[in-house]
């Protein structure tokens, strides 16, 4: 592992790649905070050395480094998956980079379903906690102490002081932030009316395919982080429709505008 993050690194910082701040990975239909990234480097994941390629259509599959909100960062557009078939190791890999390359916060995006019933889709969750329901672990294997502890604690996954602040920024915003549990499931089916149901008795209030395991490996490695999902539809068992992937899409990129606000005030407060 350390040996492939500083072959990783070493490519990298030779393509320009240095002193990164702040680290950000965005999720389904959420690419466009790029264009307010002032960039000075764009590389596509198959080329990176020990990267593996995206193959959602609507991820992008670049790392981008550049300035947002006077700071330097290095962003994910778009992430891997284990629905894509990749180990959880490889999805993570990312982030272990990211810490190398000396990156201090690390900001996350997702989009997701509402189990809330007073959740509308277009609208924005703040996670404070998680539920993992995924069938692997990042950290399951040999340990490498350098990189952390065999059992990491995860009784504050989220970063109590960047979610105070992403709250404090939504409301100067007048933007409607709400506070609530991600679950997390393997995908890329979404779910049926019973594992809704499921769901919402085990405390969780938004639904995904992403996140958890990156979060996982961010507190492994002693990586505050944060994350916000975006609400592209809404779960109620009771009266579920069919959902359209292209109207999930649509609905992410229309809230994308208030993540984009909040995530940058939050970066030029850091």
């Given at each position: 592992m350390n040996e492939k993050i500083r072959q990783t690194v070493s490519y990298l910082e030779s393509n320009?790649?240095?002193?990164?701040?702040?680290?950000?990975?965005l999720g389904t239909g959420l690419g466009k905070m790029v264009n307010l990234i002032s960039i000075d480097q764009e590389i596509n994941y198959e080329v990176i050395?020990?990267?593996?390629?995206?193959t959602v259509e609507f991820h992008s599959g670049k790392l981008i480094s550049g300035t947002l909100g006077g700071k330097k960062v290095l962003a994910m557009q778009g992430r891997l998956h284990y629905y894509e078939g990749y180990s959880m190791q490889q999805i993570t890999f990312p982030?272990?980079?990211?810490?190398?390359?000396?990156?201090?916060?690390?900001l996350l995006s997702n989009a997701a379903g509402?189990?809330?019933?007073d959740y509308r889709k277009g609208s924005l969750?703040?996670?404070?906690?998680?539920?993992?329901?995924?069938p692997e672990n990042p950290l399951r294997g040999k340990n490498d102490e350098s990189q952390g502890?065999?059992?990491p604690d995860m009784s504050c996954p989220y970063s109590q002081d960047l979610n105070k602040r992403l709250l404090v920024i939504a409301a100067k915003e007048n933007i409607v932030l709400h506070s609530g549990v991600y679950a997390s499931v393997q995908g890329p089916n979404l779910e049926t009316r019973a594992e809704y149901r499921l769901l919402k008795v085990v405390g969780a209030d938004a639904v995904g395919m992403s996140t958890v395991p990156e979060v996982i490996v961010a507190n492994h490695i002693?990586?505050?982080?944060?994350?916000?999902?975006?609400?592209?539809?809404?779960?109620?068992?009771e009266h579920l429709k069919p959902v359209d992937i292209?109207?999930?899409?649509?609905?992410?990129?229309?809230?994308?505008?208030?993540?984009?606000?909040?995530?940058?005030?939050?970066?030029?407060?850091?």
């Open positions: 320009g790649i240095k002193d990164p701040e702040i680290g950000i990975v050395p020990n990267f593996e390629k995206s982030i272990r980079v990211m810490k190398a390359m000396g990156i201090k916060f690390l509402a189990i809330n019933p969750m703040l996670v404070s906690d998680h539920i993992n329901l995924l502890p065999r059992f002693g990586l505050p982080c944060s994350a916000i999902s975006v609400i592209t539809d809404e779960c109620d068992p292209n109207d999930i899409i649509a609905v992410a990129g229309e809230a994308e505008k208030d993540l984009v606000r909040i995530y940058t005030k939050l970066i030029e407060t850091l």
